[in-house]
């Protein structure tokens, strides 16, 4: 560790000495050698009694031991995983599924063999009203709510001259509709400081894909939403971001990568997941925990700074 001379105090001194306290452990040595030290000082705008300064829960970086957290659609895939991790990170979460209990109860108790606590809420967020009511039940049951993480969707593929009205309002009503409600009530309850995350993907602008018009163009939606909605919440000093995945290995993965692979038809889903590790210059594929420690940064104390952007995480394949 680098070692130096405190200007003041004459003594030597670590890097990690600095950073330990606020106040440097070797001009606290100093002051208290000086008769005329009183026990308490002024640093900035600040006093701190440094007789009663506590030790016992310092504050550890990328925890969120006290906030509670909403991650739709987290029954399983990537929502599964975002989840998961938050809870791992200290947080309380609310599971929400639109339809399979068992796989939500799973996450559930994941959770809390994590040491945390969780609780299943059904709700499908393409019905404004159950969205609502997920965030009341949020409130009701834990008491609060800091972070809200919008991650329902579905896929489409279809050429232009085949997309029906019905196919249009399937993908929308989810994806782009769904998601900016989820991002209205996430407003009205989140606390001073929370954060919101909205789910886009890498084909909303990095990444094209034939027929692939309607779910790049509902997740292109996002991206605005994300840059203009920041503006608005910041009234409550609540971030909002955006994670744009590109493809990840979740079951959905496997039933649609054929359309991501020219000629993927003729491949297993074991070659095409090979062939997907290729677009990377990593070559590896991404999977649902990669999504989920970006979202862990994005909604702790560290992520404050990142307000209104999308980031996009696909192992640099677009």
Not at 146 to 172: C, M, P, Q, W, Y
Not at 199 to 213: A, L
């Amino acid at each position: 560790m680098p070692r130096g001379r405190h200007p003041e105090a004459g003594l030597l001194y670590r890097e990690s000495d600095m950073l330990d306290s606020a106040i440097p452990r070797c001009l606290l040595l100093s002051l208290q050698r000086n008769s005329s030290y009183s026990p308490i000082t002024s640093l900035g705008s600040a006093s701190f009694p440094f007789t009663h300064v506590s030790m016992s829960a310092p504050y550890i970086p990328g925890r969120l031991d006290g906030k509670v957290a909403l991650v739709t659609g987290s029954g399983r895939g990537i929502g599964a995983a975002i989840a998961i991790h938050l809870g791992r990170l200290g947080a309380k979460v609310v599971v929400n599924y639109a339809n399979s209990a068992e796989h939500a109860e799973k996450v559930v108790a994941e959770i809390k063999s994590l040491n945390s606590d969780a609780v299943a809420f059904k709700a499908d967020v393409r019905d404004v009203s159950q969205t609502v009511k997920l965030f009341d039940d949020a409130i009701a049951h834990f008491g609060r709510l800091d972070i809200a993480v919008s991650n329902s969707g579905v896929v489409s593929f279809g050429h232009l001259k085949d997309v029906t009205e019905e196919e249009f309002d399937r993908v929308f009503s989810l994806n782009t509709r769904g998601q900016f409600f989820v991002a209205r009530e996430a407003y009205r309850v989140l606390e001073e400081g929370g954060r919101i995350i909205l789910t886009s993907s890498n084909t909303s602008k990095d990444f094209s894909v034939p027929r692939h018009s309607l779910y790049s163009g509902s997740k292109g939606a996002i991206d605005s939403f994300v840059r203009i909605l920041s503006k608005d919440c910041g009234d409550k000093k609540i971030t909002v971001n955006g994670v744009a995945p590109g493809g990840t290995v979740t079951d959905m993965f496997h039933a649609v990568s054929h359309h991501y692979i020219p000629g993927g038809e003729k491949f297993t889903a074991e070659e095409r997941q090979q062939m997907a590790a290729h677009a990377s210059p990593l070559h590896r594929n991404g999977f649902p925990e990669d999504i989920a420690r970006v979202v862990g940064f994005l909604v702790s104390k560290e992520g404050e700074w990142v307000n209104g952007k999308v980031i996009t995480l696909d192992g640099g394949a677009a």
